[in-house]
């Protein structure tokens, strides 16, 4: 490729050495095109007008700082010289930012003088703080308590909230000078912490500060800082709650044993305290807050099991809790009470104790009186009015009779022997229709002579006197203890967690839930009040996501929120629930009013639509109609399948509109709740339900294309005006009767086969039961005669474990003597090479003197010779 281009660019450079007038004409395009790039380029450059200098974003007469320059060094100046800064980041052209800026104006008049408030302007690109921060969302409020931040605000910008925060921040410990103020500063249902630092040696331990930071590390986790943390340097007063020693920090338990910091196990740092608080407190009442946007907050919440939500108005600046508050989390405090001496058992906390007796005089004896009675336990989570039912004598009494003569009259002793009044027999026996109710009997003999003055002074038989038939009233009756709501926690498999929300901040929500009203009354109602139970600015529901179904509280004008909570959460904890799934749909008004007009027979009805919308409060009378047959189109308004169907549908309903035995009426399933045997599995769905037939509705087929022709089929096909399924006539004779029960019918009869092979199924099923568990039962014993092989041969291994050890050590105690000994021969030969060495060196000294001496002498010798 480089070489072509090389042979092009040489032959263009011949024809131009060829031809030189090319040459410079190519030169002259050149340079104009240059000029012309130039030009453009000159022009370009003053299209673009420069960007407007920011202004100030907060009032003049706003006590705010307003960097809208975005001098972070001015920032680290101001937070420097104040003992609580409050930082607003903003955007100027953030809506978020526009909306909070009034809140923050009216938190700065409040507070202005005890925190520095400094707004910066973070969206100017020639600020620094626009160079060194990367925020992805506007506003942004950082608070630093001293040398101690930034600690985030992430609750809503509303003025009570930041404030709330900003007070939390000045103040965020709690002084307990007395032990008065202690048990009413852990008397709160929220996890309390109580350090106790003495403040005799210095001005500020310095496990003091430590504590502090902890408080504070606490806000940043929890904005709403549920979590108080209190001080105590009172000795007397730490006593109260067993603390002696000093620089001690002390969790306050509800539930659990009360915790002390481990101080040898973990490192006293405010992270280390700040997260054991956060792993070990109890939290029976939990605060929500949805920040508005696209969040999982919910979704994580709820994904744990059924939540109980409670829609309440709050005042984040109140001192106390709200009265309502204050009941919910009383009763959120019973509900997890799982102590034995709150509620002895299951019966105390479930079952309610009342009793109905009856006088009942046996016919062969005018002495005999009876008194039956008839003792409920009554589960509490039954709402329906305790009924004495006693079977009539013409129905069941003679079962009474007849066992009374059996269990009791045979215990009384003839009136010669004993006194009338105290011969007395008893006796117990359950219903046996309910396994909540109890029969109990006594029978005695009276004096037929008494008149009824001497009745009345006759003494009462176990509380209840002779009189005819009656009733007594559950008032006067002693209950069990316990209030059935205590320690419900424990006693169920459907165990409910307490969240509560705001109702002004989450009204929205509260709606999509079932919340009904005028959303100004219920904000703007004072939050202890509590007037007819339904116009307190309340709400609740519990929400089961994993059935994908949610209950909303109906009060009564009568009972208090106590009262309905409790029966409420009773309810929803009963094995087969009393409760009634909610469904949330659009409202149809245009269904109401149609209903309103044709109330008047003398009115002119409106015109009559192609298509019926149906609602959710419509669904059931409209599909449910038996002098019609129902079409009904299940859809929704993502689905493009659904709205490229639409021009079938109305061609269909224009066919049928003079026939007004059929309706064409669709639903919006993504918009309005239906019950569960209502739903369908896709969309889009077609349903027919006939006439006189609904319990026979039938599906389009899936693998049938959607066409008029088809539709058109499908509805003479199955519709309830073939000539077997007519309107059946005033007496209930006829070939539509007729056909109804043949329908009815065969419908038992399937019922019946479904149910015989089901029983083959679960006859199948247990007799595979029974040869696993037998196949079970031989692998155990295989299994425990090797487990006590292996026994065996473990305890051989551990002897002869043992005994090598025993050799082990014996040869180690050898090699030790050895080595003992090897050492003193060591010793002794280097002792004795000594030795040698001084002896042959002695030795050789006296040969050399000898030596020395026969030399001599033969010198002497020679000399003398």
Not at 81 to 100: G, K, Q, R, T
Not at 245 to 264: A, C, G, Q, V, W
Not at 816 to 832: C, K, P, R, V
Request: proline share 6%; aromatic share 8%; charged share 20%.
């Amino acid at each position: 490729m480089l070489r072509r281009v090389r042979q092009s660019l040489r032959q263009v450079l011949l024809l131009m050495a060829r031809r030189p007038d090319l040459l410079c004409g190519a030169i002259v395009l050149g340079v104009l095109l240059v000029l012309a790039v130039k030009f453009t380029c000159s022009r370009a450059k003053n299209v673009v007008a420069a960007a407007r200098p920011p202004v100030r974003f907060f009032s003049a007469d706003a006590p705010v700082v307003d960097l809208y320059l975005g001098q972070l060094d001015q920032v680290e100046r101001l937070r420097s010289v104040a003992e609580v800064s409050f930082i607003f980041f903003y955007a100027p052209w953030c809506a978020h930012s526009m909306a909070a800026r009034q809140e923050v104006q009216q938190v700065s008049k409040k507070l202005v003088k005890e925190v520095q408030f400094v707004a910066v302007n973070c969206w100017w690109s020639q600020g620094k703080c626009r160079r060194q921060n990367r925020f992805y969302h506007y506003p942004i409020i950082h608070l630093f308590y001293r040398r101690f931040g930034p600690i985030e605000y992430r609750g809503p910008f509303v003025a009570p909230y930041m404030e709330s925060f900003v007070l939390k921040v000045i103040t965020p410990l709690t002084y307990l000078p007395s032990r008065a103020r202690l048990e009413e500063f852990l008397s709160f249902h929220e996890p309390r912490v109580v350090g106790f630092f003495q403040f005799n040696s210095s001005p500020q331990p310095p496990g003091y500060i430590t504590y502090l930071s902890s408080a504070l590390q606490a806000l940043k986790r929890d904005f709403r800082g549920v979590v108080r943390f209190g001080v105590v340097t009172n000795k007397q007063v730490a006593e109260a709650i067993s603390l002696t020693e000093d620089e001690t920090i002390f969790l306050h338990r509800r539930f659990n044993s009360s915790l002390i910091f481990p101080r040898k196990r973990l490192n006293f740092s405010s992270e280390a305290i700040c997260s054991w608080v956060f792993e070990n407190h109890e939290t029976v009442l939990q605060w929500l807050q949805p920040p508005g946007t696209k969040s999982r907050l919910l979704e994580h919440e709820l994904t744990k099991g059924p939540a109980l939500l409670l829609f309440l108005p709050h005042n984040p600046l109140g001192s106390q809790p709200s009265p309502m508050l204050q009941q919910v989390a009383d009763i959120a405090v019973r509900y997890h009470s799982c102590d034995n001496s709150n509620h002895s058992s299951w019966d105390k906390s479930f079952t309610s104790h009342s009793l109905c007796c009856q006088s009942v005089v046996l016919p062969e004896s005018s002495t005999s009186v009876c008194e039956v009675c008839l003792s409920f336990s009554q589960p509490t989570f039954t709402t329906s009015p305790l009924h004495c039912l006693f079977p009539p004598s013409n129905q069941g009494g003679d079962v009474f009779q007849a066992y009374l003569r059996r269990c009791c009259l045979h215990q009384l002793p003839s009136p010669m022997s004993i006194n009338s009044a105290t011969s007395m027999g008893c006796s117990n026996f359950l219903d046996s229709y309910s396994p909540f109710s109890q029969y109990s009997a006594c029978c005695r003999k009276v004096e037929p002579q008494l008149n009824e003055s001497q009745a009345k002074e006759e003494p009462e038989m176990q509380g209840v006197p002779l009189t005819p038939p009656f009733l007594i009233p559950p008032s006067s009756v002693p209950q069990p203890e316990g209030d059935g709501i205590t320690g419900l926690r424990c006693q169920t498999n459907r165990t409910l967690r307490f969240y509560v929300l705001d109702v002004a901040l989450n009204w929205p929500l509260a709606v999509r839930l079932g919340a009904s009203g005028n959303r100004s009354a219920c904000l703007h109602q004072e939050p202890g009040a509590q007037g007819d139970g339904s116009d307190d600015g309340s709400f609740a529901a519990i929400v089961n996501l994993k059935d994908e179904v949610h209950y909303v509280l109906q009060r009564s004008p009568a009972a208090t929120l106590t009262e309905s909570l409790e029966a409420f959460i009773r309810n929803f904890s009963a094995p087969y629930s009393l409760l009634q799934r909610h469904l949330v749909g659009e409202e149809d008004r245009k269904g109401a009013e149609e209903e309103a007009t044709r109330s008047d027979e003398h009115q002119r009805s409106p015109p009559r639509l192609l298509i019926t919308e149906l609602t959710t409060s419509s669904f059931l009378p409209s599909v449910m109609d038996l002098q019609k047959d129902v079409l009904l189109f299940y859809y929704t308004q993502w689905c493009g399948f659904c709205s490229v169907l639409n021009h079938i549908i109305i061609q269909l309903a224009r066919l049928l509109q003079g026939n007004g035995t059929i309706t064409v009426a669709r639903v919006n399933v993504a918009r309005n709740d239906l019950p569960w045997e209502f739903m369908v599995d896709h969309v889009p769905t077609i349903l027919l339900f006939p006439r006189y037939r609904k319990h026979l509705s039938v599906k389009f087929p899936d693998d049938l294309p959607i066409t008029l022709p088809n539709l058109l089929r499908f509805i003479l096909q199955h519709s309830g005006s073939v000539p077997h399924a007519h309107k059946p006539s005033a007496d209930g004779e006829g070939p539509g009767h007729s056909a109804v029960l043949q329908s009815e019918f065969l419908t038992l009869q399937r019922e019946v086969q479904a149910l015989h092979h089901a029983r083959e199924r679960l006859s199948q099923q247990l007799a595979q039961l029974w040869r696993d568990n037998r196949r079970l039962k031989f692998d155990a014993r295989s299994l425990e005669a090797e487990n006590a092989d292996l026994q065996r041969e473990r305890q051989s291994l551990e002897e002869q474990h043992r005994e090598k050890s025993r050799q082990l050590g014996e040869a180690v105690r050898r090699l030790q003597e050895l080595a003992d000994t090897s050492e003193n021969l060591l010793n002794e030969n280097m002792l004795l090479r000594v030795l040698l060495r001084a002896l042959k060196d002695r030795t050789e000294a006296r040969e050399q003197t000898e030596v020395e001496k026969k030399e001599a002498k033969q010198k002497r010798s020679h000399m003398a010779s």
